[in-house]
């Protein structure tokens, strides 16, 4: 493997002309995982043998969704990545044949398995390896041809685990419009008996249908993950193979979808989304990229049964210089020192009587353009993306309510256009910030109305 990924490293050395459009592309994120060129979506990450592997949805045709194949990503320290060769290409005259849609990785008996969505129509395959690198189609794909009687057109996106007894997998799907994850059982992974919907949603809630559903223990409950529009997680308890729910809510209201997890070496469960795009399709065509990998981020459960997430300590390693500032203000300091496009920031807020607190990123020091991000106290929210002028463009948000006497903090990651922000590890906004200005690197903290805010920030160096 190692030799591998020292090919893969010298395999993509950017040639002179794409090297220097890469340093001109003030959008083009350094310490996120993005495959070298075009299209990627919905990561599908597995841990083995201290390696972290995210497969994900690719297009390498163009910057924007196709044919889609499985590309491949491995990290051994969940800081620095590198893209390894195409894992699954669709097979003309195939189940497969219009793409391999999302799915996940199981081991079982020392041998890898890859169980995923062919289409069209809709079906799910099973492929096989030994190394994670070169895969090999089951011959009689597909393994599963037809949805049951009554679910709809979403049939797809099956999320596989072993239990004491047999192998068990969850297909996302719909009935009527409400989502529903369905239940299989095989003792081979290939011969699937259907069950009965593991559990099924409520259209008001969590959407018309599941895609990618992710399913697994933690501490002391099961979380059910299912993404329409908007990545959702279910606490709950699993019982005779039911899925009773009893806390949910967003894992992350911005540009971020299609999230699923690992098991790692330590036990932790590590989430990875698909970081979307949110800007027009000619924007994306002009750079040459579209979408990347989210930072990793590690699920808990809290006193209360809801979810936390916090991003994965491992990313301490890309920390290069460190910054401190104390800061009162009624309206917007900019920060001395600390300035740039790749940078880490946690800013502890003492929110007083303020009735907003936040940062500006990526502005200009007159602030004629800047992006801010701020937690809206009196509206309960987390809002990220425009500017201080017109607060529509690119605005995302989610809800974030803050207690009284509460301190905030926002522990921010800036990557170019990237911003992922973690909110008292209980509330996750990614957002997108797009700029041609150079200029537009300043970075300060607002507030409206006084508050007290302690600064510590870090340069970032980029990934490889
Ligand atoms: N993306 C895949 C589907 C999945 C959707 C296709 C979610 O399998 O349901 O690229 O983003």
């Known amino acids: 493997m190692i030799l591998l990924i020292m090919l893969c490293a010298l395999s993509m050395v950017h040639s002179h002309g794409e090297e220097a459009s890469m340093k001109t592309d003030l959008d083009r994120p350094t ?6 060129k075009n299209w990627m979506n919905d990561p599908k990450p597995f841990f083995s043998k201290g390696e972290y592997h995210v ?13 889609i194949r499985w590309g491949h990503a491995v990290s051994r320290d969940l800081a620095h990545w590198t893209q390894l060769p195409i894992a699954l290409t669709p097979t003309p005259d195939s189940p497969d044949k219009d793409g391999c849609w999302t799915g996940c990785v199981v081991e079982k ?9 062919g289409v069209q129509p809709q079906v799910q395959c099973l492929a096989t390896s030994r190394d994670l690198i070169t895969w090999e189609k089951y011959k009689d794909n597909p393994v599963l041809a037809k949805a049951p009687e009554g679910f709809g057109d979403c049939w797809r996106d099956p999320c596989a685990w072993k239990e004491s007894d047999a192998w068990y997998m969850l297909i996302g799907s719909q ?14 992974l290939i011969h699937w008996e259907y069950l009965h919907p593991l559990y099924s949603g409520d259209k008001t ?38 899925f009773t729910m009893e806390k949910q809510g967003v894992t992350d209201g911005g540009n971020f979808y299609a999230a699923k997890t690992l098991r790692d070496d330590k036990g932790r469960r590590i989430l990875f989304g698909w970081v979307t795009e949110n800007r027009p399709q000619e924007e994306c065509n002009a750079s040459g990229w579209a979408s990347l990998l989210s930072l990793p981020r590690v699920l808990g459960i809290r ?50 009587q303020a009735k907003r607190v936040g940062l500006i990123l990526r502005s200009t020091p007159d602030q004629s353009e800047c992006t801010s991000l701020f937690v809206d106290l009196e509206k309960k929210l987390l809002v990220a993306g425009g500017g201080l002028g017109d607060p529509s463009i690119r605005r995302v948000q989610t809800a974030f309510e803050v207690k009284p006497g509460e301190e905030i903090t926002l522990h921010v990651f800036l990557d170019h256009s990237v911003i992922e922000i973690f909110a008292n590890d209980r509330a996750c906004l990614t957002a997108r910030t797009y700029t041609t200005n150079p200029d537009a690197n300043r970075i300060g903290i607002l507030s409206l109305g006084p508050s007290e805010c302690a ?10």
């Open 31 to 36: 310490y996120h995982f993005m495959p070298q």
């Open 303 to 352: 006193k209360d049964g809801t979810l936390s997430t916090s991003p994965a300590p491992e990313l301490r390693a890309l920390r290069v210089t460190r910054h401190t500032a104390s800061v009162s203000t009624d309206s917007i300091k900019m920060l001395d020192g600390l300035q740039g496009n790749a940078v880490e920031i946690i800013a502890r807020f003492k929110p007083g």
């Open 55 to 67: 497969f994900f949805q690719y297009n390498p045709d163009a910057p924007q969704w196709g044919l």
């Open 175 to 188: 009935h009527g419009d409400t989502g529903a994850a369905l239940l299989y059982r095989s003792s081979d």
């Open 205 to 242: 809630v969590d959407g018309t249908m599941f895609e990618c559903p992710d399913f697994f223990a933690l501490d002391d409950k099961h979380v059910l993950i299912t993404s329409c529009g908007t990545t959702f997680w279910h606490t709950g308890s699993y019982a005779d193979h039911r």
């Open 109 to 117: 008996d020392g041998q890898y398995h890859i169980l995923y969505t």
């Open 455 to 464: 600064v510590e920030a870090w340069e970032i160096g980029g990934n490889g």
